[in-house]
């Protein structure tokens, strides 16, 4: 794992490439690069990484002849990381303990990862169990099954590569790989094995030893008896067992784990050791062969050959070793292929055999730099020996004897007579530190992350980029995290616009955590370059102090400021400026470096407030003066300095301030912005400019004519709070969006006019209406004061034009275009372009005619040489032209810019000018356009004018038909004659003419012409609907009869349908009454007699078709104002509204009334369906409640009542539910209404508003109406007097039907200093004052307030009344009410007591002492405590107080061999102590307490009243041993069950167990997510939600994982249990509290798991958009849609996403998806896919690494080797190249014959020569 997760790596150093890349041993032959100088051979990368994975060197080739195995090495040497194999098996000692992997030190120096995947198979088992379900038993994680120090037997499974190229060496300790070797028939008694427990019995447990066919069974007995610390063993444990006893040929094996035995077994002959199974750990019984200077050779068990290298030697003995001496050692290492055993003769692995010191004597001293060392002795391949100052030895391995590219040179090392060198680290097994002599290594400033402090500045290169932040290398191995925010002092949006991967960077460090190599820096310049004293501890913010800090947290009260070693404090909101702050989050922004000086500091409590108002203020005044400050509104004057792309950066005269001129804003007409920009160049003054928004660095000037003149008029809206609806605004588009168009207006303000709200047409394409920039007059129409947005509406019909503003903007335009022409003709000196800008729209001049076309005719002028002059079509009309000819044209347009100028030659516009007046009406007719501006003719006075094209601001054209164009017609009004401005030319204000519009035939309705007012008609039934009747009339057309002109009123019954009586088909006679429009229907006015009709309105009504009837048309105004409220009249149901439940009718064609629901039924069981009631076209009787013709409207009742009268039954509705006021009632006509809680029932209860729920529709009887407000009672005696049952609580009408003495009861409304206030009836409410509310003595109302919330039912006795004043004095205590106190007794307050009964109470307080201290302490404190809850618990009961709830509980929660208290006694209103504690146990606490009862009550019993108690019948008295046992006994259960609560490992079982533990970690995910499932178990769905709905209240906002954990678990309990719905707000919810890609990419999978393929595509199509920018989302998608077979739609994601993502992403995008095709899809287009990338990037080795390995997963063998020889001719270096060779030789070898694997052989020897000297070299 080491070697993949590279985020923070693990300490010491990676060591540079070194040398010591040694050949791989293997016969002659396999060694394809023979190098010539054996020493010097290839380079290794790392082969020194700190972390111990070095110091590894390599046997000569000689030292194996051949194949010779065993064979006594010729010169011992240490083992080498090179020579390392998988299989090899090794003694280690675990040197730390990570979550999920070991680190092992291994023999001579080396490192190991031992993973938790490879303990053992049962240990792998669990761990799947537990990830796949939550609710397993708990597993033991690593640090309880491993300990430093602990000697195990492993084997290397694996030899990864990592990141830089160093091996690393993946271990196992599992059983079936290290007995490997073993069979059960070799099972002998005494040997000594490994094995991990594989499951925990009754008597013992099972180990695993890995012998198939052989159970091991380890006896608890002998685990306990022989260890003199007996440990719980735990599945996945790993022991050190000796066979005890075999039985059945090896199939049952007995074990014991006795040390002092073990520590002494030596394996003997006889066991059936030999060196196929000989294992590390063993000892053995050995024989000196050889002594060497380098080491021992030994022989042991009878004749094996092993070595004893230098680091083995026992130091004390190194001189006595002598050839034939015997000596016991202890297997190292076995490399099992070429049998060499390395043995070891050190104490500490030969006594103890289970524990070596982790640690040297002498401390941790890794990463120290020693001076003054002395080289004891080189050993040749090995390495040396140096002795430290202080006699310390440590080892240097001979690669780090010099540089990593010097030669070799060990006598010049031995030879000199002291040496510097670094401690790289400690190596456990050989008991020695391993250090360097290199140079580079020693000077490096950063070894260790120890030798980094906060506040240093660094230097680093990036590595990479990630989503929350860049991780910076400051050496090979120590990085560091510079998180997002603090890439630089202000966010960055697109970071890897900044930052190259191997770019230098410097950064401070933030803070540093060497024990988890964790490093944070910061890239904040202004923390970089700060000289200000750096705070690295709360000790250096002494008051007074300044430093810089950067805000972390921005709230409401102030904000947060972190320095150095999370130092942080807080800025309250007062000190943030010298301005005050409302919202600081808008001030402020996370991340923001700012000065804070501290005002105070505590240490011990790491707390610390400061101030950003006294860092400025200590700021010099130089700083305090203001640069200046362009206000906006104000008029203003610029320089051009540069011409942007979209506008001009203009300097602000006198100050040259910089601010910006955005091209739109130059004018209110869009066409003359771009020509502005055009003709204004750098180093122009513009005037008339006005600042209309600001912020930090930016100030934006407009020029547009109509928001300068809104600004200074002040028609604007400083800020948010100045909007209100119906305001007026002026504005500019912003930006135009499918759903409508965002509006800014100045002061920054931007507003949202919709789609249906920017203009009266239908629009189906936003884009074509408004354009970017144009200048719009807005009104406010909706305003969302939380979000802080407004919708706005464009509609000319809703917005009001300032007066004269067409013109100003008219005149505005055209000024506009002659200061352009006025420019461009000063600027180029160019005749042309003056003699130009000296004409106007209708001069005449002569001209030549030139040319003469089908479109129109050119001319030529003497002094207009090089210009354009051309007439259209249309304004050549008439003439019959030749070329040569002269004549008089009139001009229409110049264009200054294309030098083209647009002429007329018509005889009426050429002709002599008619004098005009102001105000005479003409028809125009448009001659030319010329974009925003027309070019206009008057009727026949030869005038020309000028308008604009759009008569209103927000004018919209949505076809090319409504645009004004040349020809059209137009109605115009003279303004002025002659205007200045318009350089002579009249000023108009016009309007459309609606060309005279052709009658259809259809309209005509085969030809008639419409009908008349009272005209008589024949004609035939067409068709008979509820509400109207159709009938064919003779001429063709349709008429239409409305139901209320069908017959006469008084023949009208109730319930009647009236056109039913007429019958499809017959002939009937009707006269017109009015009509309708023929497009919408709607009922038209009643006009004109001689007006016509298109659709006829009929009547049928036998008077009204007399002919001398007086018939006159009736306004629908008119009618209404003739009914009068409370009318009845006869009315039709026209429509039911379901949303509104409001019923439709109607009285006439023209006239609509309105029912609401409360008028329409009597009875609340038809309020679900009430239209059920009501048909259409029936005819009903209504009064008339509210009538208005303006605004028109008509309100009816049909429930006979027109209004509400005291004393009356009404229906209402319940609007709100108010524990002061009661409920909130609707009722009919508009009408509220109050229910007080003493007039809900005619017997009060607990809890009275319980029963209602809003929307509910009740019956009420109206008391009384206040200020417009109904007081309301809903008691049955009110309301359905004849059926009510008799008054428990009688209304209490007034004070005088109340006497003093008499018990009522009421409801709490209120506690406080004056008393408790009771509700007695809506209108009376008493008091209880404080001493007669309880017997108890309360300090503060606030004991009282807590156990009385409002609408608490109490009963009450009346002390007094004073029917003045109306005040009632009531009482609460027992003795007057007869009813238990309104305190519980649980809270031990004091009695209330006076004269005698404090007598008592005091001789009774004396008896109570003589109960022992232990019982006293307990009754204190453990008592109150529980019963507090007990209170709580009791209020919630539906009673009017606690007793009977006491009692009840009692009664079940008894045990029965107590004697129980007379229940009797426990009722009496004094009854105290004991049945207080009792209640303990129903509160769900076990049993086992229980037995407290005894104890308290024997010790309570004395406190109630004497008397009373020795009346009763009393429980035999026990002796006192009884008493002392039961005493312990109780104290013995309550241990017992506090042991039981206290143990981690007990998976609760109900909620009150989740309670408790979450109360110690409320932040736990896990614990909270077991919770959910507890509940869901027992299919509680509501109960899993609210507790993950608490889950996120209760985690702390930091624990940004957990806090995931928990949603996901509600997505996916949403998914499972839930509706679409429910899953949308809880995701929707899930977004805004977390980084949103985790969420969506969690609820994909959500969906992908649970086979809702379409939500998930949706989802994935969501996330690309939203992350484009994020590698891993297209990868997810293409994954998902590879899985459902998709392949096409992948393809088509990937181009997508090569387009979204930086080019380069591409290749490794590419090569990624490649795999997924590989992995779910077509394997032939990955193949195609990979093919591409290789061809163009055919340099990236780790793809054709890939490439291999997936060709040889799914390929055939011929693709496989078609394609090693691709690589193998790559032109890439030579050591990759050999690596490829390696790899083809190591397939061939695997899949091929010996023919093919020679033929590889001899590829790389044509290789070899080809390259020559290179490659040898």
């Not at 991340?591 to 240490?603: E, N, R, S, T």
Request: glycine content about 6%.
């Amino acid at each position: 794992m080491a070697s993949v997760e590279e985020d923070f790596p693990r300490g010491g150093t990676a060591k540079k490439p070194s040398e010591s890349k040694i050949v791989v041993q293997r016969s002659e032959v396999d060694n394809l690069f023979q190098s010539k100088e054996q020493t010097e051979t290839k380079k290794r990368k790392g082969a020194v990484k700190d972390d111990g994975k070095k110091l590894k060197k390599q046997k000569t080739d000689k030292e194996k002849d051949g194949l010779s195995l065993n064979a006594a090495a010729k010169c011992v040497e240490i083992l080498h990381i090179k020579n390392v194999k998988e299989g090899m098996l090794m003694l280690g000692c675990v040197k730390e303990v990570a979550d999920f992997e070991v680190i092992v030190g291994l023999p001579c120096g080396l490192q190991g990862y031992l993973s938790i995947k490879n303990i053992s198979d049962s240990y792998a088992k669990l761990l799947s169990e537990q990830l796949d379900s939550a609710d397993t038993e708990e597993i033991c994680s690593l640090p309880h099954l491993f300990y430093p120090g602990m000697v195990l037997r492993c084997v290397v499974a694996k030899l990864d590569i990592a990141k830089g190229g160093t091996l690393s060496i993946q271990l196992s300790v599992n059983p079936k790989l290290v007995n490997k070797a073993l069979t059960s028939s070799a099972l002998k008694t005494g040997m000594v094995l490994s094995g991990c427990v594989e499951s925990v019995e009754d008597h013992g447990c099972i180990v695993d030893i890995g012998i198939s066919g052989s159970k091991a069974f380890l006896s608890v007995k002998a685990v306990k008896d022989k260890q003199s610390n007996p440990e719980e063993l735990k599945v996945g444990q790993y022991v050190t067992v000796q066979v005890e006893e075999v039985k059945n040929e090896g199939r049952v094996v007995q074990l014991s784990v006795n040390p002092q035995t073990i520590a002494q077994a030596c394996a003997v002959p006889e066991q059936g050791w030999n060196l196929t199974n000989l294992l590390p750990g063993l000892l053995v019984k050995a024989t000196i062969k050889k002594v060497t200077k380098h080491g021992l050779i030994l022989d042991f068990l009878s004749s094996f050959g092993g070595q004893v290298d230098f680091l083995h030697m026992e130091p004390e003995q190194a001189s006595n070793y002598t050839e034939g001496t015997e000596v016991r050692a202890c297997v190292l290492y076995v490399e099992p292929s070429t049998r060499l055993v390395g043995l070891s003769l050190r104490s500490y692995l030969l006594q103890t055999g289970k524990r070596v010191d982790p640690i040297p004597t002498g401390g941790d001293r890794i990463g120290e730099v020693v001076k003054d060392c002395k080289m004891l002795a080189i050993h040749h391949m090995s390495g040396g020996i140096v002795e430290l100052p202080g006699k310390t030895l440590a080892f240097v391995h001979r690669n780090h004897l010099k540089e990593s590219k010097e030669p070799a040179n060990e006598n010049r090392v031995l030879a000199m007579p002291e040496h510097t060198c670094r401690i790289l680290d400690f190596s456990p097994m050989d008991q020695i530190h391993f250090a360097t002599l290199r140079r580079s290594m020693i000077e490096k400033p950063f070894y260790r992350y120890h030798d980094l402090q906060a506040g240093q500045v660094v230097e680093g290169t990036v590595s990479v980029l990630l989503n929350h932040g860049m991780v910076v290398h400051l050496s090979d191995h120590i990085k560091g995290l510079v998180p997002r925010t603090h890439l630089s002092d202000i966010i960055l949006k697109n970071p890897e616009k900044k930052y190259m991967e191997g770019m230098k960077v410097k950064c401070r460090v933030l803070s540093v955590d060497p024990e988890n190599k964790k490093l944070y820096l910061t890239r904040k310049k202004a923390l970089i370059e700060s000289s200000l004293p750096l705070f690295l501890s709360y000790t250096d913010a002494r008051p007074g102090s300044m430093s810089h800090g950067y805000i972390v947290c921005i709230k409401g009260f102030g904000c947060i400021i972190r320095f150095y070693n999370n130092v942080k404090g807080l800025v309250p909101l007062g000190e943030l400026s010298s301005e005050p702050i409302m919202s600081p989050e808008e001030v402020f922004y996370v991340g923001q470096v700012l000065k804070a000086k501290v005002l105070q500091c505590d240490p011990e409590k790491s707390k610390m407030v400061l101030s950003f108002k006294a860092a400025v203020e200590g700021e010099t005044e130089k700083a305090a003066k203001p640069q200046f400050d362009c206000e906006v509104g104000t008029s203003l004057e610029a320089k051009v300095l540069k011409k942007l792309v979209n506008g001009l950066e203009v300097a602000i005269l006198p100050d040259e301030i910089r601010a910006v001129l955005p091209t739109m804003h130059l004018s209110d007409h869009m066409s003359n912005c771009p020509l502005l920009w055009e003709s204004l160049q750098e180093g122009d003054n513009v005037s008339k400019l006005i600042c209309f928004s600001k912020n930090k660095q930016n100030f934006n000037l407009t020029k547009k004519p109509t928001v300068r003149w809104s600004l200074e008029e002040g028609v604007v809206a400083k800020d948010f709070s100045e909007i209100t609806v119906g305001m007026q605004l002026i504005g500019w588009v912003k930006n135009i969006m499918s759903y409508g168009v965002f509006v800014e207006f100045p002061y920054g303000l931007v507003g949202l006019a919709p789609k249906s709200a920017m203009t009266d047409k239908f629009i189906s394409d936003t884009t074509l209406t408004f354009q970017l920039g144009q200048t719009v007059i807005a009104k406010v129409t909706n305003l969302d004061e939380e979000k802080r947005r407004f919708l706005i509406t464009l509609k000319t019909s809703e917005v009001i034009s300032p007066e004269g503003d067409a013109q100003t903007r008219l005149i505005n335009g055209l000024q506009e275009k002659r200061a352009v022409t006025e420019m461009l003709a000063m600027r180029d000196n160019s005749d042309l372009r003056q003699q130009l800008a000296a004409l106007s729209v209708g001069q005449k001049r002569k001209l030549t005619v030139d040319t003469v076309t089908d479109s129109g005719a050119t001319f030529t002028s003497d002094d207009l040489v090089g210009a354009t002059i051309q007439a259209s079509k249309h304004h050549v009309m008439g003439f019959s032209l030749t070329p040569g000819q002269k004549v008089t044209a009139v001009i229409l347009h110049v264009d200054i810019l294309s030098a083209c100028v647009h002429v007329s030659i018509l005889a009426k516009l050429v002709g002599n000018k008619k004098s005009l007046s102001e105000g005479s009406k003409y028809t125009a007719m448009v001659q030319h356009i010329d974009k925003d501006f027309a070019v206009i003719s008057l009727e026949d006075t030869a005038q020309l004018t000028v308008i604009q094209t759009r008569s209103h601001l927000n004018e919209v054209f949505l076809s090319e038909s409504e645009k004004l164009k040349a020809g059209m017609s137009l109605a115009v009004e003279v303004i002025e004659p002659s205007c200045e401005e318009l350089q002579g030319l009249p000023l108009v204000s016009w309007t459309r003419t609606a060309p005279k519009r052709q009658r259809t035939n259809s309209e005509n309705q085969s030809g008639s012409k419409g009908h008349c007012f009272g005209e008589i008609l024949q004609g035939k039934v067409r068709t008979v609907k509820p509400t109207c009747v159709q009938v064919t009339l003779e001429d063709g057309s349709t008429g239409s009869v409305h139901v209320s002109e069908v017959l006469e009123e008084t023949k009208v019954c109730q319930g009647s349908f009236p056109t039913s009586s007429v019958k499809v088909g017959s002939m009937v006679t009707a006269r017109v009454i009015g009509g309708r429009e023929a497009s919408s229907h709607r009922f038209l006015p009643f006009s004109h007699p001689r007006f016509t009709y298109t659709i006829p309105e009929l009547t049928l009504i036998p008077s009204k078709l007399e002919k001398n009837a007086d018939f006159k048309p009736v306004a629908a105004k008119e009618k209404l104002n003739s009914y009068k409220v409370g009318e009845e009249i006869t009315c039709f149901v026209s429509k039911y509204n379901p949303e509104r439940k409001s019923l439709e009718v109607t009285t006439d064609p023209c006239i609509t009334g309105m029912v609401e629901l409360l008028a329409m039924i009597t009875d609340p069981k038809d309020a679900s369906h009430p239209e059920k009631r009501y048909k259409l076209g029936q005819a009903v009787r209504a009064k008339v409640v509210e009538v208005s013709s303006k605004p028109h409207r008509l309100v009816l009742s049909l429930t006979g009542v027109h209004k509400l009268e005291k004393g009356s039954v009404s229906l209402g509705i319940v609007t709100n539910i108010h524990p002061q006021f009661g409920l909130q009632v609707k009722l009919p006509f508009g009408a509220m209404g109050t229910v007080a809680v003493t007039d809900l029932a005619d017997a009060y209860k607990p809890k009275p508003l319980d029963a209602y729920s809003k929307d509910q529709l009740l019956r009420c009887f109206l008391l009384g109406n206040e200020n417009g407000k109904w007081q309301l009672s809903l008691r049955a005696s009110r309301v359905n007097p004849e059926q009510a049952k008799p008054v428990k609580d009688p209304e209490v009408l007034s004070t005088d039907k109340l006497e003093a003495g008499q018990t009522i009861r009421g409801y709490v409304k209120s506690v406080g200093e004056q008393g408790i206030f009771i509700r007695l009836s809506w209108q009376i409410t008493g008091r209880a004052q404080l001493q007669k509310s309880t017997k108890f003595f309360v300090s503060s109302h606030k004991v009282l307030s807590e156990h009385l919330p409002p609408n608490t039912l109490l009963t009450t006795k009346i002390i007094s009344i004073d029917k003045e004043e109306g005040f009632v004095n009531l009482s609460l205590l027992p003795e007057d009410t007869g009813k238990p106190d309104v305190l519980p007794e649980s809270l031990g307050l004091p009695l209330r007591l006076v004269g005698e009964e404090k007598k008592k109470y005091d001789l009774k307080k004396k008896k109570k002492r003589t109960l022992s201290e232990s019982e006293q302490k307990q009754e204190e404190s453990q008592v109150p405590k529980k019963k507090k809850k007990k209170t709580k618990k009791a209020k919630t009961d539906d009673n009017d107080s606690g007793v009977e709830v006491y009692f009840r509980e009692e009664e079940d929660k008894e045990d029965e061999g107590e004697p129980k208290p007379d229940p009797a006694k426990q009722v009496m209103p004094c009854s105290s102590g004991p049945s207080r504690l009792q209640v303990a146990a129903g509160f769900s606490w076990d049993v086992g307490l229980n037995s407290l009862k005894p104890a308290s009550a024997a010790q309570d019993g004395d406190s109630s009243d004497g008397e009373d108690q020795e009346g009763s019948s009393k429980p035999q008295k026990k002796s006192r041993h009884e008493l002392e046992q039961e005493k312990k006994a109780a104290e013995k259960a309550l241990v017992q069950r506090e042991t039981e609560l206290m143990d981690p490992n007990v998976r609760p079982e109900d909620a009150a167990a989740f309670e408790r533990l979450l109360l110690a970690s409320p932040n736990s995910s896990l614990l909270w997510l077991q919770y959910m499932a507890h509940h869901l178990q027992a299919t509680q769905i509501e109960q899993a939600r609210a507790v993950a709905e608490r889950a996120l209240k209760t985690i702390s906002f930091r624990e940004e994982q957990e806090k995931l954990n928990v949603w996901v678990a509600l997505l996916n309990l949403e998914n499972m249990y839930g509706t679409e719905e429910t899953l949308k707000k809880v995701f929707e919810r899930a977004l805004q509290f977390c980084e949103p890609m985790p969420v969506y990419q969690q609820l994909a999978d959500i969906y992908a798991k649970s086979s809702k393929i379409k939500e998930a595509e949706g989802l994935y199509k969501t996330m690309v958009k939203r992350f484009r920018q994020n590698k891993a989302v297209w990868l997810s998608f293409g994954s998902f849609l590879l899985q459902q077979g998709q392949s096409d739609a992948a393809s088509a994601l990937l181009q997508r996403a090569l387009k979204s993502l930086p080019s380069k992403e591409s290749v490794d995008l590419i090569a990624k998806f490649a795999q997924l095709e590989f992995r779910y899809g077509d394997a032939e287009k990955g193949r195609t896919m990979f093919d591409k990338v290789l061809t163009n990037y055919p340099k990236r080795t780790d793809l054709w690494s890939v490439f291999i390995d997936l060709m040889v997963k799914h390929g055939s063998q011929k693709e496989v080797r078609a394609l090693f020889d691709r690589v193998i001719h790559l032109s890439v270096s030579v050591k990759k190249i050999k690596f490829f060779f390696k790899r083809y030789l190591e397939y061939e070898k695997k899949h091929g014959t010996p023919q093919s694997i020679q033929a590889v052989k001899e590829k790389a020897m044509e290789f070899v020569e080809s390259k020559g000297t290179e490659a040898a070299n």
